[in-house]
């Protein structure tokens, strides 16, 4: 990784984890966050209509979703489990789309360029695994593996979540929408991913 995508990394990592660990969603111009959109959250949105938070969240979460795909197709070499098999079908078909309308948000807004590149992400970056994570993961197999995927997954997820509290207050409704739809599938495969690795 070069300085300048160290600098890049390490910048975004602390924005996001200090949203989350607060809490909170900056909503500049929205009196006590209570949805009163003021001129000012209103005009740092650009003429797509996404304001920065919302193309920050894109930026970061892009990667995020990238990650969770690549760990779910190594699911279908790697696991003859149906019910881990199925789950992550059902995560690359959520988080694709998800990745292709986010791509849209930053193509629109000119915003195209990734600042963040998935393969020097993992260490600190809200549920991403580390490199070492994704080396132990790609050379399980079997019951390991659906251990580790699981584990891993729950905590990628756990990550999502956060993340999408970013947005959530958003000026505008399709990011809105898009948070909503990540935490209410992610939270239902986080409780259904700790029951099957109860009975595992």
Known sequence: ??????????????VVAGL?????????GTPNNQGEHGGMMNSSQNSAGYSQQDLMFAEMMIPHHEQAVEMSTLAETRTTNAEVLALAKQIKDAQTPEIEQMQGWLDASGSSEKTMDMDHMGHGMMGMLSDEQMTALENSQGAEFDRLYLEGMIEHHEGAIQMAHMIENSDNAEARKLAEAIVTSQTAEIKQMKQMLAAM
């Open 1 to 14: 990784m070069n300085k300048t995508s160290r600098l890049v990394l390490s910048g975004a990592t602390v």
């Open 20 to 28: 989350a660990l607060a809490g909170c969603t900056i909503n500049i």
